[in-house]
């Protein structure tokens, strides 16, 4: 196994690393560039276990503007100042080194792009990285607002918006261009929709100059406020729930109730139902569904991630696969996964199994899809290890969206 050193600019502080990082992203986002004095940041994630760490340093603590607000500490050596690995406190299991520290170009590429409308005009992205599909949507107006078409960008980008499920990316950005194409309603609309999706927006509208042009409207200001963002956590209104061909939707943040065989479902030919709970503002902070899965069907493909899941059997039976063991589950057996925590669940019995799924969401999830011989056994491990879900699901065909089928979950006695 490969042993690579990274180190400070003077060397005081550094780091051995055993092993290849399970994942590796370039970061556009200001803080990244800021943080590095780059066009952008480039950084590799090990797990504590492969990284000694010799030398003093310093911390730099700052919460994140992602919809988690997680704190992050930047470690850099007191002498000559350079920043070469951070932490996240709540995240253990978890270190970050920059890559340019290892001042070594064979290092692994890059497999993971974020915050890529703060990419640089002349800056490419190898087709080789893994990309947000939601962000990939607002390619084609990129080059009107980079030649300073406003208002031919607003105009496509509301066609791409009404052609597409309401995201706060694309608002945020369409409210950028109407901004400065001098459509101060439009975009104080769309900024508000963005913000009432995802808090982070707002952050992000304070630091953004494309919003100069009407950073003195007084509800911009209001907009931007601490008292609205408070307001917008203590006041939350119902989400209206609109019947669409595959299901019951709920239709912006608000609260909502809805019964499972009426919401939107996926269907697989390889990795059973789900019912997804979601409309056109995700969940920022939790993700939740229902997986029914037939004997011997897998739910995904045998993984860790850096954020927490929770399983709970809601009937039927199956096997959990965890940590390269076998574990046999019935009705009401609750499973924790910490952060990075190997696992699949594999339908067992004579019957479906229903499983209620529950994960913590990050701004940028990372995984690992390993090569272990009990997932292969199963039909639920990958055949070469990666950390792109894109590779690991490559031989199967897509899911379908689809309404609930009848049967799918049990009729319980009341």
């Known amino acids: 196994m490969a042993t690579r050193e990274a180190a400070c600019h003077c060397g005081q502080l550094r780091l051995e690393v ?4 399970f994942v590796v992203s370039m970061c556009h986002c200001l803080a990244c560039q800021r943080r590095t004095g780059s066009a952008f940041g480039m950084q590799a994630a090990f797990r504590p276990d492969q990284v000694q760490v010799h030398g003093r340093y310093s911390d730099y603590t700052r919460i994140s503007d992602e919809g988690d607000s997680k704190e992050h500490a930047f470690h850099f050596c007191p002498e000559c100042g350079s920043q070469v690995f951070y932490t996240e406190p709540e995240e253990p299991d978890l270190i970050v080194v920059s890559v340019g520290s290892f001042a070594d170009p064979s290092f692994p590429p890059p497999t993971e792009s974020g ?14 990285i893994e990309r947000d599909p939601v962000r990939a949507l607002w390619d084609p107006v990129q080059p009107l607002y980079r030649a300073g078409a406003y208002a031919e960008a607003a105009d496509r980008g509301r066609e791409v918006l009404e052609a597409n499920d309401p995201h706060p990316y694309l608002l945020f950005n369409l409210a950028c261009c109407e901004s400065l194409a001098g459509r101060t309603a439009d975009a104080l609309d769309h900024l508000e929709r963005a913000i009432e999706m995802w808090g982070g927006c707002r952050e992000m509208a304070r630091e953004d100059s494309d919003f100069d042009p009407i ?14 963002a408070q307001a917008d956590t203590r006041t939350v209104t119902e989400a209206t729930l609109e019947r669409t061909e595959h299901g019951l939707v709920p239709k912006g943040a608000g609260w909502f109730v809805v019964n499972a065989r009426e919401a939107p ?19 920022a902070e939790v993700g939740v569904n229902i997986q029914v899965l037939a004997p011997g069907e897998p739910n995904c493909m045998y993984h860790g991630e850096s954020a927490q899941e929770d399983f709970l059997v809601l009937s039927g039976e199956c096997l959990l696969l965890v940590e390269g063991e076998e574990r046999p589950l019935r009705q009401w057996d609750f499973v924790h996964c910490p952060p990075w925590t190997e696992h699949v669940f594999v339908g067992a019995g004579d019957g479906p199994c229903a499983i209620l799924m529950i994960g913590a969401r990050h701004e940028h999830e990372e995984l690992l899809y390993p090569v272990v011989e009990v997932a292969r056994k199963h039909d639920a491990g990958v055949a070469k290890e990666t950390s792109s879900g894109r590779e690991a699901y490559a031989p199967f065909p897509e899911p379908t969206a689809g309404p609930y089928r009848d049967g799918t979950l049990p009729s319980l006695p009341d």
Request: aromatic residues 18%; proline residues 8%.
């Open 215 to 228: 950073r003195g409207e007084p509800r911009f200001q209001e907009l931007m406020s601490q008292d609205a």
């Open 115 to 128: 915050y890529e409308w703060r990419r640089h005009e002349w800056l490419p992205v190898p087709e080789t």
């Open 265 to 283: 479902w996926w269907h697989s030919e390889t990795f059973g139902s789900s019912c997804v709970f979601e409309g056109d503002a995700h969940f």
């Open 18 to 21: 055993e092993g290849d990082p």
